[in-house]
């Protein structure tokens, strides 16, 4: 059974920072991209970034690039996205997803290239 839980959310101040984690088991995660979303509230759940399956190919929304970096480590089977810089607007909940997909960088921010999804983490930036 395939399962992605996040960790590292809370309440940091504007211009903060924050790590998420998002562990993955249940499959070979290291033959999955792996991408993050986030939602907030009355709002559709938006692309903030994805993760080729070797790490190589790698997509940021326009509002978080410069800002947010994701990245893996396929040996602790998780994938991270570390935010810098923060701002109220980044409050949302984070997900994780994964696809088994062939890597199509378009494609990595609509909804349904992704597979799984996690239970998603709580970040709440105040001004």
């Known amino acids: 059974q395939v399962q992605l839980v996040e960790s590292g959310g809370g309440l940091v101040q504007a211009g903060g920072s924050l790590r998420l984690s998002c562990a993955a088991s249940?499959?070979?995660?290291?033959?999955?991209?792996m991408g993050w979303f986030r939602q907030a509230p009355g709002k559709e759940r938006e692309f903030v970034a994805a993760?080729?399956?070797?790490?190589?190919?790698?997509n940021y929304a326009d509002s978080v690039k410069g800002r947010f970096t994701i990245s893996r480590d396929n040996a602790k089977n998780t994938v991270y996205l570390q935010m810098n810089s923060l701002k109220p607007e980044d409050t949302a909940v984070y997900y994780c997803?994964?696809?088994?997909?062939?890597?199509?960088?378009?494609?990595?921010?609509?909804?349904?290239?992704?597979?799984?999804w996690g239970q998603g983490t709580q970040v709440t930036v105040s001004s």
């Open positions: 997803a994964d696809s088994g997909s062939l890597w199509y960088l378009g494609r990595t921010k609509e909804y349904d290239y992704w597979g799984h």
């Open positions: 993760n080729s399956r070797s790490g190589s190919n790698i």
């Open positions: 249940g499959r070979t995660f290291s033959s999955f991209h």
